[in-house]
């Protein structure tokens, strides 16, 4: 995916008031997807709205969505070679995905 959808899916996730947005680059860590984006929502009623936000902006970009998870602490979109994830403070505390992501491309990256 380009840096350029990255860049129109933290922009919109900025601007709709999802807060610590993080972007992973997973290219060349033989990672599930190229990149992963995550942030926290102000609650279990903010996350649906920011995937109602996301849908037109993702599909005005050429892309597709190819699955939705839904629950009301955790959204996941899935566009095939990107995931993101839109959490509750509380879930992504827990779930820590973060350290997650930057293990698994430190692990990958001193593997020979």
């Known amino acids: 995916m380009s840096h350029n959808k990255i860049e129109t899916i933290v922009n919109v996730l900025d ?10 680059d ?3 860590h033989d990672y599930m997807v190229d990149d992963v984006i995550i942030a926290s929502t102000q609650g279990k ?3 649906p709205a920011l995937l109602d936000y996301l849908v037109p902006e993702i599909k005005k970009m050429g892309e597709k969505i190819l699955h939705t998870d839904q629950s009301e602490e955790w959204i996941v979109i899935d ?6 994830h839109l959490m509750t403070p509380e879930h992504r505390t827990k779930y820590n995905i973060e350290e ?3 293990e698994y491309k430190k692990n990958k990256s001193t593997q020979v």
Not at 79 to 84: A, E, H, K, P, R
């Open 45 to 47: 009623k903010h996350g």
């Open 26 to 28: 997973m290219r060349g």
């Open 15 to 24: 601007e709709k008031k999802a807060e610590n947005i993080q972007a992973f």
């Open 100 to 102: 997650f992501l930057t």
């Open 79 to 84: 566009l095939g070679d990107m995931l993101i």
